[in-house]
């Protein structure tokens, strides 16, 4: 942790949850020895470090499935339960990167409502509400907001990290200056797709744009997956995880006001079908 600015840390913005995602571990980087005219304190978080030197994902249990942690349990509980512990009470951002496209998009939970009104400010074409899945995320502690970026390790992933979390921090009145217009539309992620055992993949659709039922989705060595009711393709990849193809979503508004009027409604959330 590198703690800069004004006073003790109000706002943190981390990077190597996961250890193998590069381009947010390098813009926490190169953000903790950059010359910025910080008005509020920041703390400047690598938040695995022994999976960022050895490049895994997570060495005992993956960081982001076990929050808020356990203070006796493996490596990766132990860091969950500090971390958690640590964001409480202040204003997050959580840099992540995933094989899916497109990117970048925000993920956070509703449990949380006021992280709607946080990412639906940053500078994403798309914001996903994951109640229901993934239940174990950062997104449950304190009043924080994850970004999923472009998962190669270049130039060009890394800026794009820097970017939003410089935007984050302007958004915050951590840093001065007014950030990039945002104007996203929002989705529940609610359900994973199952990738079959096979050896040859294809995807046939786009992540955020709707498959209609009856649809092909996807091929596996031949054999063709069919859609049986409409969603919206969410994280979905051909190479990302050994079982999932991604998740199944629904639109749930196209502008913040729409979901707080609905989807915010937790006796109405609770009824819309899949």
């Known amino acids: 942790m590198t703690v800069r600015g004004p006073g003790e840390p109000e706002v943190v913005v981390i990077g190597g949850v996961h250890g193998d995602e590069r381009s947010g571990i390098r813009a926490v980087r190169r953000l903790r020895e950059a010359e910025l005219d910080l008005q509020r304190s920041v703390a400047f978080v690598l938040a695995n470090p022994a999976a960022i030197e050895a490049g895994e994902r997570y060495l005992d249990s993956d960081l982001n499935r076990v929050f808020p942690g356990d203070p006796d349990g493996d490596r990766e509980e132990r860091i969950a339960a500090r971390l958690c512990e640590f964001v409480e009470g202040r204003t997050t951002l959580s840099l992540h990167a995933t094989e899916a496209e497109p990117t970048p998009f925000a993920l956070i939970h509703s449990s949380q409502p006021r992280e709607f009104d946080l990412a639906a400010r940053l500078p994403v074409p798309h914001v996903v509400d994951h109640w229901g899945v993934n239940e174990q995320t950062i997104t449950t502690c304190g009043f924080s907001v994850e970004i999923e970026l472009a998962s190669e390790d270049s130039e060009e992933a890394a800026a794009a990290a820097e970017h939003q979390a410089r935007a984050f921090l302007k958004r915050v009145d951590a840093l001065p200056n007014e950030p990039p217009d945002a104007d996203p539309d929002f989705f529940h992620m609610y359900e994973p797709v199952p990738k079959p055992s096979g050896t040859c993949y294809e995807l046939y659709v786009e992540n955020f744009e709707r498959v209609p039922a009856g649809a092909t989705y996807a091929n596996v060595d031949g054999e063709d997956l069919i859609a049986d009711e409409p969603f ?27 979901v707080k009027e609905t989807w915010l409604d937790e006796d109405r959330r609770r009824e819309t079908p899949g």
């Open 232 to 258: 919206w393709p969410i994280m979905m990849s051909e190479h990302g995880s050994e079982d999932v193809f991604g998740y199944k979503g629904r639109k749930i508004g196209e502008s913040l006001e729409e």
